[in-house]
């Protein structure tokens, strides 16, 4: 579109041989090493793999490019990459939703964002997914201009290009089909503070309602009721957190918002089928 080579792409593996993406896409290196890699920018692919990543010789090599003034980024997973490499001290970066609280827990000081994506000086992090659409398109508008990224977009039929602060996942209405605003009310509500106490009559008060009313409400728009809802939120976010971080289960229950860890055994093996420590063994073992 413009006449010129504005991009070129290599290709990197961490091992120098062809390697199977987590999608089964075969990605083969255009060198076997790093050493005679010249780059301007570097982008770090991974998923979940990511999360338990230790590769002293991939740190030093981000790191060497980084003092050269090489740009780097991290899509999905390659957060936790950057992270471990030391690339992201004092700069904003964002991941996965699925990923953030690993990170929370490895990389208490990171300056985490829920966001699409992030630029902040030379290094640049991405939710992943679609959102490396949107990323890409703010970098080439940074380097080249916004009618250049325009022209790419179109050409890529990317009629909506989302900015950085737009959501990760989807709003409460188009997640569950709703249109009653004060229902979508209460379910934000309860989304934001899942992990404390909430009190059933206090958050129908909030939203302008008697608690018999919302429970209705629940009742004929979510077919459970305010109880079973939370319930679901805090066993959802415990099963992120047994199967990507190594807290303590009683530590992941009270970060759950249960009360107490006999409590939380109860109610997690009557929803998942199994106990928080099977789920656990489960995600350690090894592979067949």
Avoid at 47 to 74: C, M, Q, T, W
Avoid at 156 to 184: C, N, W, Y
Wanted: with cysteine.
């Amino acid at each position: 579109m413009t006449g010129q080579e504005l991009y070129r792409w290599v290709f990197l593996t961490t091992s120098g041989n062809d390697t199977l993406s987590s999608c089964r896409m075969l990605v083969r290196p255009d060198h076997d090493s790093f050493d005679a890699v010249s780059v301007d920018v570097l982008v770090v692919c991974a998923g979940d793999s990511a999360i338990h990543f230790h590769d002293e010789r991939v740190f030093a090599f981000l790191r060497r490019l980084a003092r050269k003034g090489v740009r780097i980024g991290g899509l999905s997973g390659g957060t936790f990459v950057l992270a471990r490499a030391g690339l992201l001290e004092g700069k904003r970066c964002t991941a996965h939703w699925d990923h953030v609280p690993a990170l929370r827990e490895q990389f208490p000081k990171l300056k985490l964002k829920q966001t699409l994506f992030e630029l902040d000086g030379q290094c640049f992090t991405c939710a992943g997914g679609n959102a490396a659409l949107d990323m890409m398109n703010a970098l080439i508008a940074t380097e080249h201009g916004p009618a250049v990224a325009r022209n790419a977009s179109e050409w890529l039929i990317q009629t909506q290009i989302r900015q950085a602060e737009d959501h990760q996942k989807m709003s409460v209405r188009q997640r569950f089909g709703l249109f009653h605003p004060l229902l979508i009310k209460a379910l934000d509500r309860i989304e934001t503070m899942v992990d404390e106490p909430i009190e059933r009559e206090a958050l129908a008060e909030s939203v302008g309602l008697s608690l018999r009313q919302l429970e209705r409400l629940f009742a004929s728009h979510l077919h459970m009721t305010i109880h079973q809802y939370v319930v679901k939120l805090r066993i959802d976010r415990a099963k992120i957190l047994i199967r990507q971080t190594s807290l303590p289960l009683g530590e992941i229950a009270i970060a759950a918002g249960f009360t107490n860890f006999s409590h939380f055994s109860r109610i997690y093996k009557q929803q998942i089928g199994v106990s928080p420590r099977e789920t656990r063994q489960n995600e350690r073992a090894p592979p067949r």
